[in-house]
């Protein structure tokens, strides 16, 4: 086991570092100099108790927020104020801890607008829905029903996605992070409000993406049974800060997550 | 560069040179300020409370000047028509309770917002309709309103104060002042602001919305008399001043949907400011700049306090 | 029975992804096309044509503008008869400098010159939202409407403070001012609409209209999807106010004439624009020709309707009694329908197609 606060980056791997990292709102202290990685290929768990900044973490690598201190390196490439749709084309995925699809879309819509930043046709073609357009719109569509195959959603490719359950959204949310073709892919507990066989079904497409795709996954999520059988690393984050890295079975034995979970006895 | 120099010295000299006129301008930008803070007002009480964007309290005003008027006109004495104008602004707050608000409860925003435009364009067909479309004068003087002016010497000129314009801002004063303590000290006050925080916690523990939305839009409704009668005593009360009512709206963004002190804080400096701009720059413009001042004061505001200016911060949640 | 999708098989995706992937509605359409180019012109009366159908298309072509804005992108805007007449305004400042460049490439044109306008009274929606925004258009509307007015270069120094169209020609047949026929007026104006129809629906069905509806629906999750949110509203505002401008450019020079186009870009006609989008459907194109359809002909209605069935009205009732009716419609549609008109016709289509079974 590591000692917490040192940083474990393994250089030559690692397809984003965190170093340092704190961020404040106002007073309040969401992060308090954070610092991890991930390697390519990788699943790597963010746990915590409740407000422990696990998706204030995920809203700094995607840009959403911005780190008061510290920096975070994306594919070698360490940018100080990056914007969300910088980090869309630098190729992270997202999907959202409250579903956050285009409820008046469909899901075949839905999915293809993952595709946005592949797609090049210009205005003239689009306004004629002709030629570059037409083919570029079928081609994408091509890739689009293959996830929707690899997710088994077919049957609700044309509803509008507000009236699907909560299951579905959150399948159909993973289909579009997918559309983007993402290196890293982030989920924030994407089994949350789920029941046993939608979780067994989520973990199969978590997996897949894995060891298909060769995506490498951040995600964040409460169930501890899932954490340790899918992640191959895992992060413990209380209060804003670090308090654990390692693989599954290291966090399991370490007691100040044991600490932070069940509390300390005094 | 004449033109540099009558954008941004003569002006300014003009104020230095004659600084009584200035102190004049000022004072009629207060008062119609004082108006569009109280449209402002009415709309924020319901926006607090209801969290509809009632396009319609411009119309409001007006509806309600319009059935004192009317009334006074049909030979009620001008006592009871100010009640019975009450009474209608009541049956006003209640019907829209009644067919529009709750058959629409839970519908998106602009959905709510899309039917205060219902209302307004209803109550501008339905107030001709019943008293006619010729704008009518406001019985200022059966309702003991002070007439005359009051000449102050002073900076080495005069400036002259309508007595109406200063009794508008007294009551107007009063009328603030009244609301705030209804709002912190009362039972009702407090089930309306919790209702403000949230629809679900104020029902959770047993606060009837339906009752609330009435209070509140008749609330807005008497602002709204108030407001009207005071306008009506200055100019002509038609629904052509519908154009003048929207400038509440610029109010609005500069002093926040939500809060009071924004709308009377905004309503004045977008009254100062038009009055200001329009004396001192409106002739090179050719004139009637007014028209559009309030809105580009407010939007200026805006690019740099987003939030308005007695909003707090927003941090984004996802 | 008569519309049905059994036995139609997709068998491209190109296929699937078309606008009107049914038979029957093709058909439709098709049949609508032939009555609006052939029938009206040669069996409706120049009455009919010039209250009924001249401001239903204008009107129409406006709506769109602003459903491309409010219905797919979701920024509410009180300023699109302020954009209309910039298009207005454009139109007759190039035909008074270019007479020899011909009528319709100058209507066309003016939009660009509303797009830029309106890109401008766009850019507070980087920073603005919502009902903020809304309010930020009025100053849009405000402005402009001033304009018209206090620049007299604008409108040529004409001592009627309007502008007066002068007569330009097609193939020698005049098109604009006193004496073109008013057929020809109604067939230009018709092509001009179903051609830009065209256009829009070829825009919101592709990556464009996906793009604005992301930003609709989930502003954040469509900038965590690359997408720019400014550059999209902006083109919003753009493409929005294009279509607002070659509207008004039609109303001023095909439609009217010129000689009563005193208050038709004020602020009631922006109000009435929105109205047409929400009883109509918002992001919905076929709404917007319903919507225009409703609040342009209900005026209409009214005036001459009502006394036809032997109901007296006088002219200043009817108007009275038109805003209380489509103040009291708004509201009545907001709560049976909040889709609008487009939605009935949808479920309609939805029943008709099951029909005689009830599911």
Redo the contacts between chains.
């Keep these: 086991m590591r000692a917490p606060d040192t940083p474990v980056i393994v250089k030559g791997e690692a397809l984003l570092a965190v170093e340092n990292v704190s961020l404040r709102f106002g007073g309040v202290k969401a992060l308090t100099d954070v610092s991890f990685d991930i390697r390519k290929g990788e699943v790597r768990a963010i746990i915590g108790p409740n407000g422990a900044g696990k998706t204030s973490m995920l809203n700094c690598i995607n840009g959403f927020y911005h780190p008061s201190e510290g920096r975070i390196t994306f594919k070698g490439e360490t940018r100080r104020r990056m914007r969300p749709f910088e980090a869309a084309r630098g190729g992270i995925g997202r999907t959202f801890q409250n579903v956050a699809l285009f409820k008046g879309m469909t899901t075949l819509d839905n999915i293809m607008a993952g595709r946005f930043l592949k797609m090049r046709s210009g205005f003239f073609w689009q306004l004629l829905r002709y030629g570059p357009a037409m083919r570029e719109e079928v081609e994408h569509r091509r890739f689009v029903e293959d996830i929707i195959d690899f997710l088994q959603i077919q049957h609700i490719r044309k509803t509008p996605v507000g009236k699907l359950p909560y299951g579905l959204q959150k399948r159909v949310e993973l289909g579009r992070a997918l559309a983007m073709e993402p290196e890293l892919l982030l989920l924030d507990e994407p089994m949350a409000g789920m029941n046993l066989e939608e979780k067994e079904d989520m973990s199969r497409f978590i997996l897949d993406v894995n060891q298909q795709y060769g995506t490498t996954i951040a995600l964040i999520e409460h169930d501890m049974g899932v954490v340790m059988d899918l992640s191959d690393r895992v992060v413990v984050l209380e209060y804003g800060r670090k308090i654990a890295d390692g693989t599954p079975e290291e966090v399991k034995r370490d007691q100040r997550v044991i600490d932070a979970y069940l509390g300390v006895a005094h | 560069m004449d033109v540099l120099y009558k954008i941004f010295i003569e002006p300014f000299a003009l104020m230095g040179s004659a600084p009584d006129l200035l102190v004049q301008t000022v004072w009629e930008g207060l008062v119609a300020g004082v108006l569009y803070a109280l449209i402002a007002l009415g709309f924020v009480l319901i926006f607090k409370a209801s969290g509809v964007f009632n396009f319609a309290q411009g119309i409001m005003v007006v509806f309600a000047a319009l059935t004192l008027v009317g009334l006074h006109e049909k030979g009620v004495p001008a006592w009871l028509a100010v009640i019975l104008a009450l009474v209608v602004m009541f049956g006003l707050a209640l019907t829209i309770e009644r067919v529009v608000l709750r058959p629409l409860v839970n519908q998106p925003d602009i959905i709510l917002f899309m039917a205060t435009f219902g209302i307004t364009y209803f109550l501008i067909g339905f107030g001709e309709s019943v008293f006619g479309g010729n704008p009518k004068v406001m019985i200022a003087d059966e309702l003991y309103l002070p007439r005359g002016v009051t000449d102050v010497e002073m900076l080495g000129g005069r400036v002259s104060f309508q007595h109406l314009d200063v009794a508008a801002a007294i009551i107007a004063s009063v009328m603030i002042a009244a609301l705030a303590v209804f709002f912190q000290y009362t039972r009702i006050g407090r089930a309306l602001r919790a209702v403000a925080d949230s629809h679900k916690a104020a029902l959770s523990v047993g606060i009837s919305l339906n009752q609330i939305w009435v209070i509140v839009w008749f609330t807005a409704g008497v602002v709204a008399l108030v407001t009207g009668i005071m306008w009506g005593a200055r100019s002509d009360v038609s629904f052509a001043l519908e154009v003048i009512a929207l400038k509440a709206l610029p109010v609005l963004i500069l002093g926040g949907f939500t809060s009071i002190p924004g709308a009377i804080v905004g309503g004045l400096i977008i009254g100062v400011g038009e009055k200001i701009g329009e004396f001192y720059w409106g002739g090179l413009l050719g004139g009637g700049i007014e028209t559009w001042l309030a809105y580009f004061i407010a939007l200026a505001f805006l690019l740099f306090r987003p939030q308005g200016l007695f909003g707090e911060k927003i941090i984004e949640r996802i | 029975m008569f519309y049905r999708d059994a036995g139609q098989y997709k068998s ?3 296929a ?2 078309a606008v009107f992937p049914l038979r029957e509605d093709r058909i439709g359409l098709a049949v609508i096309l032939l009555v609006a180019f052939v029938a009206i012109p040669l069996f409706a009366g120049d009455f009919v044509i010039k209250t009924v159908m001249m401001p239903f298309l204008v009107f129409s072509l406006a709506a769109i503008g602003l459903n491309i804005l409010t219905g797919y992108t979701g920024l ?1 805007s009180l300023g699109t008869a302020g954009f209309m007449g910039v298009g207005a305004y454009a139109c007759y400042k190039l035909t008074t400098y270019f007479p020899g460049v011909n009528i319709i490439v100058w209507i066309l044109a003016s939009g660009f010159f509303s797009a830029a306008v309106g890109v401008l009274f766009g850019l ?1 929606s980087l ?2 939202k ?3 925004l ?3 258009t ?2 849009a509307q ?2 402009l ?2 304009c018209f ?3 007299p270069w604008l409108y040529n120094y004409n001592t009627s403070g309007a502008i007066e169209v002068p007569t330009r020609t097609l193939f020698g047949v005049p098109i604009t001012g006193a004496t073109a026929a008013i057929e020809v007026r109604y067939l230009i104006l018709l092509s001009a609409v179903v051609l830009m129809t065209w ?1 829009a629906s ?2 919101v ?4 209209g ?2 604005w ?2 930003v ?3 502003d ?9 949110l400014l550059h999209t509203k902006l083109l919003a505002f753009a493409v929005s106010s294009f279509y607002a401008g070659v509207a008004g450019a039609l109303l001023v020079f095909i439609w009217l004439g010129g000689a009563e186009a005193g208050d038709v870009f004020a ?1 009631r006609q922006s ?1 009435l624009i ?2 047409m989008i ?1 009883i109509g459907g ?2 919905s194109l076929v709404g917007s020709f319903m919507g225009a359809a409703f609040i342009s002909a209900l005026p209409t209605i009214l005036k001459f309707g009502l006394p036809a069935m032997g109901i007296p009205i006088a002219g ?2 009817a ?13 009545f549609f ?2 049976v329908e ?1 889709h609008g008109l487009a939605r009935l016709w949808q479920i309609a289509k939805q029943k008709l197609r099951i029909w005689p079974f009830p599911y």
């Design positions: 491209s995706y190109a699937d992804r509410i507070p920073r603005i919502g009902f903020y809304a309010v930020a009025l100053a405000f402005f409407q001033w007015i206090r620049i256009l070829n825009l069905h592709g990556r464009f996906r793009m509806m992301a609709r629906d989930m954040i999750a469509a900038e965590l999807m690359g997408i720019r602020i109000f929105l109205f929400i918002l992001g200043a009732t108007e009275h009694l038109n805003f209380m009716v489509i103040g009291a419609l708004i509201i907001l709560i909040p």
